[in-house]
């Protein structure tokens, strides 16, 4: 019962951060952030957000920093819109799953994969 309340509550804490992050920053360094997951503490005392960046161009350990640095503001909108009593402190680290995806799949529409062998002699004789 307590793993449903926590994934419950994981993902709440997600909408809300990404809420919070589009209506409520003013900071442009914030522009393209986007909330990927949450992960609690088993006591809900603190909180790792993993975020992406969808410009390339972007520094993301500034990004990493000043959102760190915005972190308490964050917590304390957050503790507005929850309802629970206590929120958890925020660490904000940055999600390279998806540049990663997106160099593999470059590399591999760079390669020339035929589906003929090159060399008949090649090819495995059925027995």
């Not at 799949?105 to 062998?117: C, G, N, R």
């Amino acid at each position: 019962m307590a793993k449903v309340n926590s994934n419950r509550k994981k993902e709440l804490i997600k909408i809300k951060l990404s809420t919070i992050l589009q209506k409520s920053s003013n900071n442009p360094k914030f522009l393209g952030v986007t909330i990927i997951s949450v992960n609690l503490s088993p006591d809900s005392a603190s909180a790792v957000v993993l975020y992406s960046v969808f410009n390339p161009k972007v520094d993301t350990a500034e990004v990493t920093q000043a959102l760190n640095a915005a972190s308490g503001f964050f917590q304390a909108k957050l503790a507005k819109t929850l309802k629970s009593r206590n929120t958890p402190r925020l660490r904000f680290v940055f999600d390279g799953g998806f540049d990663h995806a997106d160099r593999i799949s470059q590399l591999l529409d760079q390669i020339d994969i035929t589906d003929e062998p090159e060399d008949p002699a090649d090819e495995p004789e059925d027995l």
